[in-house]
């Protein structure tokens, strides 16, 4: 290649690498200020994630969810922590699940819940392209057709994600779990605080209101 034309392929790359880290760098300024209230441990995390273009949703109607859920054994209730990545915005939501069945109480089925509220964010959203990255096997094994399921809220999962992707194309990604994936590791901070803001809310409950109604029964009886 002549040395003019090789000069001129050279400008011309140049300038394409500069016009893609501007916009890069614009995106990384508005996802630093979108999570304000978590401390972007790692600028180098963000910028390798724009500069490399992976996991980013490419249009107004892509997404990509980062799930995770906690679960106590002993206090028999579970969080759901959910990192939402639009084209626009991030969105960080948490959860605590009421009345659910006995069967539903493990941790791998708040993990199912977990993608399950996903999908609904993202249907509100009305994205038509969704994945949903998780840590945990059963999330993507059972939203297959063909899953053998073992209770009533696996049945259940199935034939909501089955449901859901005749509207919406859902695919799934497996991440490992703490492997310092940075929205992978919000999604379990989300989780794992609104976990303990539940055990905190129950065990500051006052026990005396109990008793004083016993006393008051007890009261009126005398009287």
């Not at 400008?11 to 890069?24: E, V």
């Not at 992976?54 to 969080?79: E, K, T």
């Not at 993608?115 to 392209?129: C, F, N, T, V, W």
């Not at 497996?174 to 609104?194: P, R």
């Amino acid at each position: 290649m002549a040395k003019k034309a090789l000069k001129k392929l050279l400008k011309k790359q140049l300038k394409k690498s500069a016009k893609k880290a501007a916009k890069n760098q614009k995106e990384i300024k508005l996802l630093k200020k979108q999570l304000s209230i978590f401390e972007a441990k790692s600028l180098n995390y963000l910028e390798q994630l724009f500069m490399s273009n992976v996991d980013y949703p490419l249009d107004d109607f892509s997404a990509i969810a980062y799930v995770d859920a906690s679960y106590s054994d002993y206090d028999r209730f579970g969080s759901l922590g959910i990192v939402l990545l639009t084209r626009s915005k991030v969105v960080q939501y948490s959860e605590i699940p009421k009345n659910l069945e006995e069967c539903a109480l493990t941790s791998t089925n708040h993990e199912l819940l977990a993608a399950a509220k996903a999908i609904e964010m993202a249907k509100e959203r009305h994205i038509k392209r969704l994945i949903i990255k998780h840590d945990n096997n059963s999330i993507s094994e059972l939203a297959k057709r063909n899953s053998v399921t073992k209770s009533s809220i696996e049945e259940w999962y199935k034939n909501f994600v089955v449901e859901h992707r005749e509207k919406m194309n859902i695919s799934f990604k497996k991440v490992k779990g703490h492997a310092k994936e940075y929205f992978n590791e919000m999604a379990d901070i989300l989780a794992n605080k609104a976990l303990k803001a539940e055990r905190m809310k129950r065990t500051q409950t006052p026990m005396f209101f109990s008793l004083g109604d016993k006393f008051q029964e007890a009261l009126a009886k005398v009287n």
